[in-house]
């Protein structure tokens, strides 16, 4: 199993990003999928997943409100819309799945940067 994070860039304070994970998986909606960052000089933090049999969503509060995460499962994708970004939001972002009959995360993505300049 593969995931492939894709999407990051720069953008302005205020601006909105959307990031997508490609998951090379034949069960896709067996698992559950989590997007996490991590700041330069941060340790790593979780910022939302999505169970996708079901599209159940759970955030951060850091992010609640602002962000989105949403599901395609004919695409074997997840996303992550991204609004009203602020500069503490810059940062490494990383997909990472685990079969829903699990509880750790232990697929990941190679990450995408994000840079929210202020």
């Known amino acids: 199993v593969q995931l492939q994070a894709s999407g990051g860039g720069l953008v302005q304070t205020g601006g909105s990003l959307r990031l997508s994970c490609a998951a090379s998986v034949r069960t896709f909606k067996m698992y559950v999928m989590a997007w996490f960052r991590q700041a330069p000089g941060k340790e790593r933090e979780f910022v939302g997943s999505?169970?996708?049999?079901?599209?159940?969503?759970v955030y951060a509060d850091s992010v609640a409100g602002r962000f989105t995460i949403s599901r395609d499962n004919a695409k074997n994708t997840m996303y992550l819309q991204m609004n009203n970004l602020k500069p503490d939001d810059t940062a490494i972002y990383y997909c990472a799945a685990h079969h829903r009959a699990q509880a750790d995360y232990s697929l990941w993505g190679q990450g995408t940067l994000v840079t929210v300049s202020s």
């Open positions: 999505i169970n996708l049999s079901i599209g159940r969503t």
